[in-house]
């Protein structure tokens, strides 16, 4: 499966900012949306092909916008790869039942998750 459309959901503009210049460089479509709400209603708008997202967001977290997506899209094939440095297990053990979602570690390399994508 090719991905080509990119939903990047994170609070921080700076963030955004490089990640969409990269991930346009290589050849992606991308949105941003800068919380989980506006993460939530880009998803049914713009039917990305894969999310990227932070854990820690104002308004909606990481974890509440993939809840939200799995309660409302419950057969959806959109692979979302939550960016974080947080290796606790009690962070992570939560993805269980998502399995089109994965963990990607902070720092972020830009190449690793084009290369991913």
Known sequence: MILKKILLVDDE???L?????SLER????VLTAKNGVEGLASVHEYQPDAMVLDIDMPKMNGKELC???HDAL???QIPIFIATSRAE???RDWIAPFPM???????LSLRALVLRL
């Open 13 to 15: 503009p700076h963030i």
């Open 17 to 21: 900012r490089v990640m969409k210049m």
């Open 26 to 29: 290589a050849g992606f479509d």
């Open 67 to 69: 809840i939200k997506i």
């Open 74 to 76: 419950p057969n959806h």
């Open 89 to 91: 297990d009690e962070f």
């Open 101 to 107: 979602v994965s963990f990607l570690e902070k720092p």
